[in-house]
């Protein structure tokens, strides 16, 4: 990690669903401009670890928590969550275009965050359109819901409507297992753009994926206790050829018990 | 479909291949330069260049591992980036091998030569124009120029029997000459596999175009 | 094999007759109140108002008005009630760590499904006590509305929680990721998505005030004249019909009456099917 600016981390961060807890102390630095994988078995906790990032664990009812999640060094329990989730743009499973127009999707963050102008709107759909790579499929007809876009074109959508509030940390969980081949091909391309101007976060079960698109990689799983701890954590070039922990191995080498 | 971080990785590697083949080609022409011009310094240069060209070697090989781990590489990838692995260990054994007739033209000393060098300078010659052909087939698919190129080896195998009864006439002459003539003979075999070396790049090539092994020597 | 073959075949054979004699038991009703009543209609049915006596002669202009009229008033005073209940109760009190909202909630719940179940006659009843006679309204379309609403919020609050709960949980995230709050993510994603939902839950609101007669006999009177305001009394189309087969000799317009309020039944139905038509479709 070394010549890495750190955009995230945590400090021993513990999180628990009532008394159950599901992380385990969990110390990360995600560096700024670069793609981190997170990955593990199923129930490992690596989406609730990446909803932390954006406090979507908040909205669940019973959740406490310890230790700290910090954006740019600030403790981000202490930001206004609105203001936190502008900063870290969230992209999920299953595509989720809202209702509405094409333009109106991606115009909803902005608008949201006081953005009225039209014509200042119209530039950043654009360019949020043009980045996330679906502007050339979707251009002539803004006004076409977004619903009656394919799978891979949705998504890509939806990423332009994270964009679109120019966040500076992108986290996506498993933004391509509802995917065919192709579409997830062309979503792990677009992921290598915008790295250049975004830290991403991705939570992937899909080990190979992880390997292709993401410069660090997180093996998570759970313990004896069923709590979610963070095995080992490093370049993905070394995770992938030479783990440190045996546990990493079994798991990448698909001889996970 | 695109996969354009993976091919710009692997063009990567190809092209760290195709660098490292040249400085190897630099070295071995300029070993037997400095061997005729008795250039002790040229000599030395060689030996510790030729570490950087077996670092080179490794950080190729610590490439492909990567790429095979991260991208999982099948088919034609997976054949190109086994070549490459295999390739770059032939071209750090010529490096070797002119690494070698460095050493030896130090052990001769600065001193005149006993006759002086004819055949070994065009064997040289012929090794060295086979492995930038052998290296051209392979960054562009060449299965024929591969398959053409194992043929001058012969030549350079003639060559070698000559230079060798040619060595053997100069002991029987003079028995003191002994110990150089054998040097210049462990030269001239150096050469003769450095030309093995290329034949087997070849079966490289031709194993990534067509997914077959073949035997060409 | 044969055998299994033979005890399905007459499994379904049962089933089929099943579905044929209740599907001709329909038939029939409609058939019946369509042959007898069609006759009595003309232009001037709808036109002109009941004129009462033993002989109720003239149309049922005056009902038809006040029909209407419960219509809207109802849905005014249940709407907001209802719709406002089923967004709190999904779309907040779901999400909360209070302790006291969730027990409102569950209580609140608890009391949705009992009212649910509630006879007609107990909210006309009800009705009677406090609009029409404690609070001093009269027997009028106010009244009326007031019990009306009772009745049907529950039906409003069950139709909007099903719209609502049927809105994708991944707008709702969509939304919260952008840093939308909750009420912006509720106006702005989820309202405007269970629309067609909450339009059917109001629609089939609209239809059991139509068909309903219990809770209006004892809170709007039952005057056949054209109602003026709020506070006028008046009878439903409905109500008519039960006038005018218990306390006429009218026989064959309440077959007319009844016709035209099945015909309207089975347009609000198929206005209905339509709108969720559509939401399949989407």
Known sequence: MENETTRMSTEDYSLYYGKFKALNSINIEI????????????????????????????????VTTTGTVNLDGRDVAREDVVKLRKKVGMVFQRPNPFPKSIFDNVAYGPRLHGLKNRSELAVLVEKSLRQAAIWEEVKDDLQKSGMS?????????????????????????EPASALDPVATLKIEELMNELKKNYTIAIVTHNMQQAGRVSDYTAFMLTDQNRAGNLIEFGATKQIFTTPVNSRTEDYISGRFG | MSRDSFDRELHAVKGNLFHVTEEVRKNLSASVKYLENRDMQGASMIIESDEIIN???????EQCLNIIATQQPVATDLRLLFSILQISTEIERIGDYAKGIARISQKIGPGKLIKPLLSIPRMEEIANEMLDDAIRAFTEDDEKAAREIPARDLQIDILYNQVHRELLTFIMEKPSNIEQTMMLDWVAHNIERVGDRVVNICERVIFTVTGISVDLN | MNKRNFSQNMAFGMFWLAGIVSVLIMAFVV???????????????FTTSPRGGLSCDGGIYSTIVTTFYMIVVTLVFATPLGVG?????????????NRVAGRMVSIARFGVDTLAGVPSIIFGLFGYALFVTAMNLGFSILSASLAGACLIIPVIIRTTEEALKAVPAGYREGSLALGANRWETTWKVVLPAALRGISTGILLSAGRIVSETAIFFVTLGGSYRVPHSLMSGGRTMALHVYYLAMETRAFDKAMSTAAVLVALIIIMNLAINMVTNKIAAK
């Open chain 1, 31 to 62: 560096p700024s401009n670069r793609i981190t994988a997170f990955i593990g078995p199923s129930g490992c906790g690596k989406s609730t670890f990446l909803r932390s990032f954006n406090r979507m664990n908040d909205l669940i009812p019973g």
């Open chain 1, 149 to 173: 876009l394919s799978g891979g074109q949705q998504q890509r959508l939806c990423i332009a409507r994270a964009i679109a509030v120019e966040p500076e940390v992108i986290l996506m969980d």
């Open chain 2, 55 to 61: 670092l080179k070697c490794l950080e190729i090989e």
């Open chain 3, 31 to 45: 058939g019946y109140i369509m042959v007898k009543g069609l006759p009595g209609i003309s232009l001037d049915f």
């Open chain 3, 85 to 97: 209940t089923a967004i709190y109760l999904t779309e907040y009190s779901s999400n909360t760590d």
